[in-house]
Each structure stands twice: as C-alpha cells, then as structure tokens.
C-alpha cells in the first residue's frame, strides 16, 4: 500500500512531528494552568461564589410582642389569617385551569372571569411563583378549599400573621395599629443601623408605634438550599452542608402588660353608646390609666394588612374624626369643670375662705359689660362649698375679681396639671392652654383684660384642656394635692413572661393643698352629686359615694336672646359639649374620670351618667366588700332608705350649668 | 514490502514466520483502548452525578452505556480488516456520510432549534459527528496520493478545500459551529502538516484577517455572536448570555483542590450549570472531584493525544499517518475547545468532550477514531 518513495515524504513528515507535540504540550498547559487558576488560586472565590448562588436566606418574621391589660387579658395578638393563592406551574393545561377555577369560584364566591383576570396578570413572572388570589379568607372558606384541595391542584391556603385587637374598635387609640413602613420612612428608620426593609411592619399609631422598639421582635433567617430557579430543594443529601450555618431562629417582640382595666373599658364603651367624645379614669394614688376612650373609633385589625382604601377613605370623611384620640390630642375648653380651680387658688391664696359667701343676682356687671349666671334668676347668697355644687358662675368672677390677677388662677392651674402635657407616653398629646397675663401679652401684643379673668375663672376664654389632664387635675385634689405624670404601661415582659421592666408611680409636682382646701373643695364636689342642690344630683349611687363636677360647654358664640334657648333645639354640631370629673370614693379615692361628650348637651346628662357607670363599675369590682351590689343593698336597707334611684329629673334642670357668656372671643379651636 | 521501522527486522520478519495471530496478539497495541476504557468508567461513573438532577437528562448514563456496547462492537469490527480498506473506501464512507448530511436537513428531528438528528429505528444518530471522522479517512485517502511536496499552493488546495466546505456548509445549516469548526480545524491542521506554501499561508491569512469581521457581521448567526461577545466580557451580562460561562468557571473553580465530593455539585445538581451532561460535563467533574480530579483527567487525554501522535509517527504508509494525525487532531480540537470553553478561555461554542460528554454519535466517533489508531498501529509490522 505505501507508494514508492513514500519512506523518504515520512521522513521528512517525521521530522515534522516535534512542532505537533510541543503544540500539544503548549495547549494542555494552558489548560492545565487554566484549571490552576480556578481552582487553585481563585478557588475560594468561586466556591463562595457558588455557596452564594444555591444558599437562599429567607427573613423569618418575629411575631410582635402581645398587649395585655392589668388583669392580663390579651387585648392585641397576633392572629392567623389566611390567603388563598395559586401556583400556575400546576395550571399548564387550559382545560385543566377552566376545571380549578370553575370549583374555585364557587368556593370563595368570586366570578370566574375575574379570577382568570388575576392569573393574565401574573403571567410575567416565574410559572413557580404563587400568585395571591384572596386575603383574609373566612374559616368556611379554608375548609371548603381544603377539602377540595385533591381536585385543585396549584391550590395552596396559606397562612400569615395578621395584628388583631381582640376587641375591635376599643382602645383603638390606645393601643394603636401597625403599617408597611414606606419609602419617605425608610432613610429615616435606617440612619444609623440597617432595621427595616420595605414590607415590614411598623407601628404607626399609639402605642404600638410609641413602644415599637419594645414591641417589635428581632427578625430571624432560614437558610434554604435553592436551585437555579430558585425553588427550595427538599434534597436531604446535602442537608449537612447547610448546618454549618442554620439561620437564627426569630425572636419575639416583648409583651407589654398595660395599666388599663378592660372590663372597664368594656364598660365604658357601653357607657357611651353612640355619643362623640372621649373618656380617661385614672388611679388617683399612682397615675395609672385605668381607661382610656375615644369615640368614634376604628379596628386596628383593619389596619395590620394594608387597609382597604374604602373603608381608609370611610374614616378620614367621617366628620367626627375616628382616627383622632380625643383623650389627649384635641383641646376643649373645661367650662364649668375649671371652677374647682378656681376655688382651690382662691382658698390657697387666701382670697376667699370657709366663710365667704358672695351674693348671686343671676347677673353682674363689670365697667359696661354684664356676665351673666347660668341660673337666670341667681343663686343667692352662696358660700365656695354651695357654688361648687350648683356651679355658681356669679361666685367664681367675684373669687377671679379678688385674686390679684388671672395668674394666680394659672398658678394653680399650673400646678395641678393643666397648660403643660401630662407627659404620658403616647404621642402627640396637645399642651392645652392657661392663659396669663404675660402670654396675652405675647400673643396678642394686648394687655390682660379684667374682664377676662372673669370667663377663665369658669373655664371659658382661651382656656383649653385635654380629656386627660381634667382626669389627671382631679385626681390630684382627690388625692390632696400630688400630681402624677399618667401612664399606661405597669411592665414589660418577655414573650414567656420574664419581666423586664416596671412602670412605677412618678410624680411630677407636689403642691400640698392645704387640708382645708382639699376639705372644702371636696365637699363641694360631694355636693354636686348628692346635695339636692347639687347640679348632678339625679347622678348619685346610693350607698355609693362620688364626687365631681360637671360641665356644658357652649361652643357657639350666641346671641343674648339664644342663650338660654334648649339646646336640644340646636343643630348637632352646635350644641354645647357635656364635660363630667370626678373622683370615687369621696375619701382616698382609687378612680377619678374625666368624660367629654361632645354636642351631648349637658354635663349632667351627657357626661356624668357615662362617668356614673364606670365608677360603679369600678368600685364594685375593686371593692366587693364593700360596694358589691348586695352588700349596698343591704346597708341601704339597714339605714332604712330605699335602693330606689331617683328618675331623671324634670326638664327645667336641664341646662343648669351653661355657661352663658357673651364675650367669648372666638369659638376655641382644635388646633394643636 | 518495505518497511524502516526502528524495531529489528528480525523480530517482526520472525514474528511472522511463527504465527501471525500470537505475535498480533503479544504486538496488540492496547494502550490507546487502555485510555479509553478508563476515560469511558469516568465518563460514566461522572453521567450518574449529572444526569441524577430532575430534568430531561435524568438517567441518560444508561443510554450512554448502551452506545458505550454499540462502540465495542463497531470497534472490534474496525480491528479486524487491514487499515488499507478504509482508503480504498475513503470516498464511499465520505459520500455515504454526505448523504446523511443532507437527509438531516430534509428529514431531521429537531431540537433545542437546530435540526441535527436523524432517526434509526430507535436510535437518534448525529451524522455530522461522524462526518468528522469521515473527513479525516477522505482526506488521508486523498493526500495519500498527492505527490506534492514543495507544499501546497492556492491550485493544489481548491479540491480538498472543496472536499471540506461542502459538508461544512451542511453542518453549518444544521446550524452545528461546533462540529463545523472542529472539522475546519482538523483540516487546517492537517494541510499545515502538509505544509503549505509560505506565501499562500500569508494570502490566507490576510484574506482571513478581512474575512473574520465579515464573517462575524454576515456569516454567524445573532446567537453566534453574542456568544463572542459574552467571551469577551462575560460579566456584561451576568444573567443573560454571560449566565453560562460565569457558572462554569464557578463550578470548576468551587471544586478547589479535592472537589465537593461526589453528587455533590452544587453547581450542577441544582441546576445552575447549563448543559451539565453533555457541553459542560468537565465542569460537573471538577466541581466534585477538584484540581485533582480534573488533573487526572487532563493527563489522560495527554496519554491518548501522545499515544496517537506515537502511532502516526511510527506508520509506514503517508495513508496511515495522515489518518492517525487527522484523527489525534480531530481528538486534539474538542478536548481544547471544550475544556477551554468550560473554564472561560473560549467563547461557548458546542463541542462534546470526548468520552465525557452524553452523546451516542460523539461517543460512537470517538470509540472509532480509537479503533483506527489502534488498527494502524497494531499493522505497522505487517508490511
């Protein structure tokens, strides 16, 4: 087969050869060298290049810590809700997806072209990816897919965490809700440590956002082994790579163990009914929130998931203001309520004593300006203790016309609370406002006028208060004198109960009221409830001592012949606001509440009925022993009185408290 | 007959005296089938790593057995007759395997779009793996006659060029570059062997230096192209086109000195490799079996590329040197072209590593190519 000659053309090839090899060799060098450069030195790069491609860290939330009462009944919790999704993958076949969505609508009662809608619209991400179909699904619903489950493939109930307050709309305020943290918050919240992503939650109202840091939990991670697709690989084989780093396991926000008594927010809320205002008791000996109200209200729960724009768009019309907390971030002016101020600064400041009476024509006059009395045909001749109880307007300016100037009223005021936030911890509470002479001074660049004393010595005028600081006032008189800095959480718990941390009592000015003052004012306000004269004497418990001080507020400015027109006649929005204080029992008090019920009328019967139940509430519950119903019953019955309760009484004294002044400058705000 | 081998006549001329079956079989060059049995148990042993992922590969290592059983057949088929008979039938296996060619493209099963597989009963053969092999028996078969010697000009290139670029085209059209250009380059290689003439070499070049641009606008498809510009800059588009090359420098390189063990390839059990059974098979090795395990496997294909240079160097005939040469070249272009592109040196072009690779037809080739350079050396004393 070889041709002639060829040995000498291979010889001459063979001589060739040593270019192939040393190609060859050139060639697998570079590869080998190739090979050293990956693996060898860049080795640990790539393998943690690869470690990052399959190891998926997935956030594992931290449920928030849980919010009980004082008697630890769960208030806010962290409840299941459940979503309905599907997963395309599962849905290839059209025929197949027809069968699914045709049970599926029939289940959740949605129509078929919608939920088909909902698929096309994901169709741009991964077949893999579930696409959310429903929130919130109700539990017949759960169970109604899951026992369809075999005969919808792709079908998954899944289960989140949703933030419940277990009593609806009450305390809602209080206690707050929790959001999506959003793009403007973000820089924010991120400053100096990274601690949110877009997604968390956040509180965003209340307490709730007041104690986020304490509420909120540590987020933990999972570590997942995940293919190129990213789904997660159940593959057990590889499983002990993963155990050199497990993720952290979540940790659970702190339990907040709250001051307030729920069934006297229960109670409370029953109380109120419908009416629009707020409510705040507080334990007079220590400052602690015993309830706190505000109305109109919302559910939180609505809030924990996103909340719907209608009912969103249903609260901010609303045109009482539901997502307000009327306890402490609107001002009100106190009317009648204020006078025990009044009385307290002139007995403290010596203008007015025991014996003083001042005589009530229904009227006075001042220069060329006539003030008027709530009762027409006046008190007559009235000591501290009688104006007090029949809320005698005639009395207070003639104590404003003694005291040097309205400061010494705003001294006092001062000290007991009022013109300053209380510094409880919630946000944005309102200051209120006590006018002086040097505030006039810089406001209005005006001089005091005397005749201002007058309006601010029966609450009226540029005075402003909170719901919480009247609660917060009275309780220090119910106390003699020792003002205490509100507050409404008693500890802080881990999620098994450890206890962190103790709120206890702070008081924050002791102005040691002269006993007689504490005395006098007292029995004043004893009166109002249970002397005959008293202008909420139809509110009395028998056997079951109270005292306090109501309030009507009148909010329009009228023209002398409206003032004493009924106000039930008026339209909603004009009628005066009913302001109730008061404290229980007389001695040693353990609850002094303060009720704003807004365009109700009257004080007496607005306020006080409102204020009437919690404390009976209260007392029964605090002291069976002693004011437990069987227990009153039978020392009525041994005291030869009946348990029978006066029925309301008739009309005429209705309006006993207004306070009717014409010279009311501006009809008080609500700004901040 | 003539022969100059370095062994002594007096062995061979002996060997032939006593008997020709004992001496054959005391002579049997079993080297090369002893590399290639040991590259085919890794090749299989590493196909139950890679193909035991969930998806269209699944089990496909038994398939690969079954053709790796077909090969010894075709192999033992290849030993028996003298070498001479593949030359006398070069243009007949050449035109057979046109044929072929052009059957796929008129009757061929699609895949992955590209039409590259033509249907035998059961089986899927890809033709233009054989033509690889069939372009190295033509063209042996065709410069085993040609007298020249002063290296070949333009004139003396136009028929084999003809020869190569008609079943190229064809493999082209598939479209199949791998294949194409391992054919190309196993031409090339073997023409310069052949030396050609040094200022045609210049013309070739120059006319290439222009063609390539041109080439790259007209010639190649927009896949084609992107894939050379991923080679130039791979992390340009990490996710998109880079994907594949990014993710097999990662699983070699995560392999590190040892590897991750065996099946346990990140890299390729969780999908993150591209191909990981039959283009990028030498990833999923390294990734688990590491600098070690890829050093043993390049020293093999070392063993095999030496062995067969061996053979052609000590062939008596021009017929048997060049078809040893073509064939340790053809050899030679997928072992570089596929470890280079596995580890980032090369843009992705589709060339199965040979033995390593899933692939019937590629396996079949390799396993005859093997045959051929074991029959070439087992006669070179029987002249």
């Known amino acids: ?421 209380t510094g409880i911890n919630l946000a944005r509470e309102v200051p209120g406002l006590i006018p002086t002479e040097e505030w006039k001074r810089k406001r209005y660049n005006q001089p005091w006028n005397a005749g201002e004393s007058l309006s601010v010595a029966i609450g009226q005028s540029f005075v402003l208060t909170t719901g919480l600081q009247l609660a917060n006032l009275y309780a220090a008189i119910g106390n003699g004198g020792t003002l205490y800095r509100p507050y409404i959480v008693k500890s802080v718990e881990t999620y098994d109960g450890r206890v962190l941390e103790e709120f206890n009592p702070e008081p924050v000015g002791k102005h040691e009221l002269h006993a007689k003052t504490v005395e006098l004012v007292t029995q004043g306000l004893w009166g109002v409830i249970n002397s005959p004269h008293g202008t909420a004497y139809h509110q009395r418990l028998p056997g079951m001592d109270f005292a306090g001080k109501t309030g009507t507020v009148q909010l329009m400015r009228l023209s002398a012949d409206k003032i004493y027109l009924k106000c039930q006649n008026f339209k909603f929005k004009e009628r005066h606001n009913g302001v109730f204080v008061g404290f229980a029992p007389v001695k040693n008090p353990a609850i002094a509440v303060a009720v704003i019920a807004e365009h109700a009328c009257s004080g007496s019967m607005g306020a006080a009925p409102i204020a009437r139940a919690v404390i009976k509430a209260y007392l029964e519950k605090k002291f069976p022993d002693l004011y437990g119903q069987r227990v009153v019953a039978e020392r009525l019955k041994s005291q030869g009185k009946s348990t029978f309760v006066p029925p309301t009484p008739p009309a005429a004294l209705e309006d006993e408290d207004v306070v009717v002044n014409d010279d009311i400058e501006a009809v008080p705000g609500r700004d901040e | 007959m003539n022969h100059s081998s370095m062994e002594t006549p007096e062995l061979s001329s002996g060997s032939m005296r006593v008997g020709m079956y004992d001496e054959e079989f005391k002579k049997f060059n079993w080297s090369l089938l002893i590399i290639q049995a040991i590259l085919v148990g890794i090749g299989i042993y590493n196909l139950i790593s890679a193909t035991g992922v969930e998806d269209k590969s699944l089990g496909l290592y038994k398939s690969q057995l079954l053709w790796f059983g077909m090969g010894l057949a075709l192999t033992a088929l290849t030993l028996l007759p003298h070498y001479s008979i593949f030359s006398r039938m070069g243009y007949i296996i050449y035109f057979g395997n046109l044929l072929l060619l052009a059957a796929v493209l008129v009757l061929g099963r699609s895949s992955l779009g590209a039409k590259r597989w033509i249907g035998f009963g059961g089986f899927r053969v890809q033709p233009s793996e054989f033509m690889k092999i069939s372009m190295v028996i033509c063209l042996a078969k065709y410069f085993e006659s040609d007298k020249t010697v002063e290296g070949y000009g333009f004139r003396e290139l136009i028929l084999p060029t003809l020869l190569v670029m008609i079943p190229c085209g064809l493999i082209m059209m598939q479209p199949d570059l791998g294949t194409a250009l391992t054919i190309l380059a196993t031409f090339g290689t073997m023409m310069l062997f052949l030396k050609i003439r040094a200022r045609t070499l210049m013309v070739i070049g120059i006319c290439a230096v222009i063609a390539l641009p041109l080439a790259y606008k007209f010639g190649l498809k927009p896949y084609q192209r992107q894939r050379i510009i991923t080679f130039l800059d791979p992390s340009a588009d990490p996710k998109g086109s880079g994907y594949n090359s990014i993710q097999s420098m990662i699983a070699v390189g995560s392999g590190q000195l040892f590897g991750k063990g065996y099946k346990q390839g990140t890299q390729s059990q969780l999908n993150f490799l591209p191909e990981h059974h039959t283009d990028f098979i030498f990833s999923v090795f390294s990734e688990e079996h590491g600098f070690v395990g890829g050093l043993i496997v390049l020293a093999l294909y070392l063993g095999l590329l030496v062995n067969g240079l061996s053979v052609a160097y000590q062939s008596h005939d021009k017929f048997a040197l060049l078809l040893s040469l073509g064939i340790v070249s053809m050899f030679f272009w997928q072992i570089f072209v596929n470890m280079g592109m596995v580890m980032g040196l090369l843009p992705i072009v589709g060339v199965p590593l040979p033995f390593l690779s899933y692939g019937g037809s590629s396996m079949i080739t390799s396993m005859l190519g093997i045959a051929l350079l074991t029959n070439v050396a087992n006669k070179k004393f029987m002249f």
């Open chain 1, 1 to 421: 087969m070889a041709f002639l000659g060829q040995e000498e053309q291979i010889r001459e090839f063979q001589d060739r050869f040593k270019y192939v090899y040393a190609a060859v060799f050139i060639a697998l060098g570079l590869l080998l060298s190739r090979l050293v450069f990956l693996q060898v030195l860049n080795g640990d790069k790539m393998r943690q290049y690869s470690e990052e491609n399959r190891i998926k860290r997935v956030k594992v939330a931290a449920p928030r810590g849980m919010i009980f009462d004082r008697n630890r009944t769960l208030l806010t919790d962290n409840r299941p809700a459940f979503d309905l999704e599907v997963i395309p993958q599962y849905l290839r076949e059209s025929k197949e997806t027809d069968r699914v969505l045709t049970i599926l609508s029939k289940l959740i009662k949605m129509p078929k072209p919608k939920l088909q809608e909902i698929l096309d619209r994901a169709k741009g991400q991964p077949s893999f990816m579930p696409v959310k179909i429903k929130t919130d699904l109700s539990r017949d619903e759960v169970a109604a897919i899951e026992s369809w489950r075999i005969d919808m493939p792709g079908v998954e109930v899944k289960e989140e965490i949703k933030r419940t307050n277990v009593h609806g709309d009450i305390a809602a305020h209080l206690l707050g809700y929790i959001g999506e943290v959003n793009h403007s918050e973000l820089p924010i919240l991120n400053k100096e440590t990274q601690k949110y992503k877009l997604g968390d939650n956040i509180g965003k109202f209340g307490l709730e956002q007041r104690l986020e840091e304490v509420l909120r939990g540590i987020d933990g991670e999972e570590v997942k082994e995940v293919d190129a697709l990213g789904r997660v690989k159940l593959d057990k084989r590889r499983g002990r790579v993963l155990d050199e780093d497990a993720g952290k396991p979540a940790k659970p926000g702190k339990n907040l163990i709250l001051t307030i008594d729920q069934d006297l927010q229960l109670e409370a809320t029953k109380a109120f009914g419908d009416k629009i205002g707020s409510l705040v008791a507080i334990n007079p000996q220590t400052g602690e929130i015993l309830a706190m109200i505000s109305r109109p209200s919302f559910d939180p729960t609505e809030f924990s998931r996103g909340i719907p724009t209608a009912i969103w768009s249903k609260l901010l019309n609303n045109e009482f203001h539901p997502l307000r907390d009327k306890t402490l971030q609107d001002h009100y002016p106190p009317g009648s309520v204020f006078k025990t101020v009044t009385a307290v600064a002139g007995l403290e400041e010596g203008v007015i004593d025991e014996k003083t009476s001042f005589r009530c024509t229904g009227s006075m006059r001042v220069g060329n300006r006539v003030y008027h009395c709530h009762k027409k045909q006046g008190h007559g001749e009235v000591s501290v203790v009688q104006a007090l109880t029949q809320s005698c307007d005639v009395f207070f300016y003639r104590v404003a016309q003694k005291l040097k100037s309205v400061d010494d009223i705003a001294k006092w005021a001062f000290h007991l609370g009022l013109g300053k936030r």
